[in-house]
C-alpha cells in the first residue's frame, strides 16, 4: 500500500490546510452566534456564503468529484480522503468547500445516473453551490436501514409519478437554500424485493411536500441545516423526474452509499485529531490539585490510545479508500463496512475523552466537542447502524473462510 502522498495531493492538502486556518476555525463562532441570536434559526448566516465564496475563488471547490463535465477536481478516493478529514475538522468545514452531505451523494447520484435535462435543472447548481439538497428514504414505520421495508409509494399516472408516504430524519431539508430531494420509495411492490424500490426527484415547493417537525439531536434542532420529518401527500412530479429506471432505487442507493460512508469517516478521523490537539493544550494549561493535568498519569494514557485509535481508523480509511479505486465500491464492502464500524465509535470515544479532560467545559458551546460528539454518535446510526454494518460484514467473512 502505498503510505506517501502525491505532489498533486500534498499541495491540495496544504491549500486546505492554510484556508481552515486562516478563514474556517476564526468564523465558527460567528456562524453559531448568528444562529443562536438570530430572529429565524433557519436563515443561513452570510459568513458562510462568504466562505464558499473564497473557496470557489481559490479552487478549492468540489474537491470530492473525480470529474463531470469539467467540474470536479478529478482526485481518487484515496486522494480526497486527507483533504476530507482536514475539512471534517470543523462542523462547518465541509459545506465550505461544497463537500458536504447529503448534497455529495446527491450529486454523484446525478452525475452518474442523471438525464441530461436533470444534470441541467439540478446537478449543476448544486456544483455552483448555488442550491442544497435532500435524500429522503429513512421512515418512521419501518426499519429503514433494510431499505427494502420501505412503504413510501411511487405510482406511476399517465405522464406523472404520485408520491404519497411519510420520511423523517431528511438531512439539510429544512435548509432554506434545499430546493431539490431524492425520494426513494416502491414503485411496484409485486417485483422481485430488490427491484421494487425507485429514485425520484421531487423539487421542495411541489403541492403537497409537508415539513411536520425538525427533529433533535441530543435536544438540538441542528438549524439551520436540520433533519426534517416530511409528509408527501399525493405529490406529483412528471415522469421525467425518475432517476435512471424504475426498479434500480436499491442498486442505486448502495451505490450511493458506499462514498457517502467513507467520507463520513474521513470527516471523523478529522473531528478526533482536532480533539486529541485540543486536548493535548488543555491539560498542559491546566493546574490542578498542584500540578498540570498533564502530568497525571491516567491523562497521558488517555492520549497514547486516542492517538493511538485514530491513526489505526486513519490508516483502515485509506485501505479502504485505495481498494474502492484499485476494484469497484462493491469488492471493497467489507473495507467499507470495517471502517464504518470503526471510526464513528473510534471518534466518539476519543472526543468523549477529550470532553473530560475539559471539564465542564467540554459541555458547553465554547469548543467544538459536544457537537462533535453528536455528530460521531449520530453516524453510528447514519448510513446503516453499527449492527448491520457487523452483521452483513460477519456473513462477508463466514463466506470467505468457511470450508
Known amino acids: 500500500m502505498q503510505f506517501s502522498h502525491s505532489d498533486k495531493t500534498e499541495s491540495l492538502i496544504a491549500r486546505v490546510e492554510g484556508f481552515m486556518n486562516d478563514h474556517v476555525y476564526t468564523a465558527e463562532k460567528e456562524y453559531h452566534d448568528y444562529v ?12 458562510m456564503e462568504e466562505l464558499k465564496a473564497k473557496a470557489k475563488a481559490e479552487g478549492l ?5 473525480a470529474d ?10 484515496l486522494e480526497y480522503a486527507p483533504l476530507s478529514e482536514t475539512m471534517g475538522r470543523s462542523m462547518i468545514g465541509s459545506e465550505v468547500f461544497n463537500c458536504s452531505a447529503p448534497d455529495t451523494g446527491n450529486m454523484e447520484v446525478l452525475a452518474r445516473y442523471g438525464t441530461q435535462a436533470q444534470r441541467d435543472t439540478w446537478l449543476k447548481p448544486l456544483l455552483e453551490g448555488e442550491i442544497r439538497s435532500a ?3 429513512t421512515e418512521p414505520a419501518v426499519a429503514s436501514s433494510d431499505a427494502t421495508n420501505i412503504q413510501c409509494t411511487i405510482d406511476k399516472q399517465g405522464d406523472e409519478y404520485v408520491i404519497n408516504g411519510r420520511k423523517w430524519w431528511i438531512s439539510g431539508a429544512s435548509d432554506p437554500r434545499c430546493k431539490i430531494m431524492i425520494v426513494m420509495g416502491k414503485t411496484d411492490a409485486n417485483a422481485p424485493r430488490h427491484t421494487q424500490q425507485s429514485q425520484i426527484l421531487v423539487p421542495t415547493d411541489t403541492p403537497g411536500v409537508k415539513i411536520l417537525r425538525a427533529m433533535k439531536v441530543f435536544g438540538s434542532d441542528d438549524a439551520p441545516h436540520g433533519h426534517a420529518e416530511i409528509e408527501f401527500d399525493n405529490v406529483r412530479v412528471p415522469a421525467s423526474n425518475i432517476i435512471g429506471a424504475p426498479g434500480e ?11 457517502g460512508r467513507i467520507h463520513h469517516c474521513m470527516r471523523l478521523i478529522g473531528c478526533a485529531q482536532r480533539a486529541i490537539e485540543l486536548m493535548c493544550d488543555r491539560v498542559e494549561n491546566r493546574v490542578a490539585f498542584g500540578k498540570k493535568l498533564s502530568e497525571q498519569g491516567s491523562i497521558r494514557e488517555d492520549i497514547a490510545r486516542s492517538i493511538c485509535d485514530v491513526e489505526q481508523a486513519r ?17 471493497a464492502r467489507d473495507l467499507i463496512a470495517m471502517i464504518k464500524i470503526v471510526a464513528p465509535s473510534m471518534a466518539q470515544t476519543v ?17 467544538f466537542l459536544a457537537e462533535a460528539f453528536a455528530y460521531a454518535r449520530t453516524v453510528r446510526l447514519a448510513d446503516g447502524p453499527d449492527q448491520v454494518h457487523m452483521s452483513s460484514l460477519g456473513k462477508q467473512i463466514i463466506r470467505r473462510y468457511a470450508g
Request: net charge negative.
Open 36 to 47: 443562536e441570536t438570530s430572529d429565524n434559526r433557519w436563515t443561513i448566516p452570510p459568513i
Open 61 to 65: 471547490w468540489n474537491l470530492f468529484l
Open 68 to 77: 463531470f463535465e469539467g467540474y470536479g477536481a478529478g482526485l481518487s478516493n
Open 135 to 137: 435524500f429522503a428514504m
Open 249 to 259: 432505487g436499491f442498486a442505486i442507493a448502495q451505490g450511493r452509499l458506499g462514498p
Open 315 to 331: 490508516l483502515l480509511t485509506l485501505k479502504a479508500a485505495a481498494r474502492m479505486d484499485e476494484v469497484s465500491y462493491k469488492n
Open 351 to 367: 472526543i468523549d475523552r477529550a470532553m473530560q479532560a475539559h471539564g465542564a467545559m467540554g459541555l458547553s458551546q465554547d469548543t
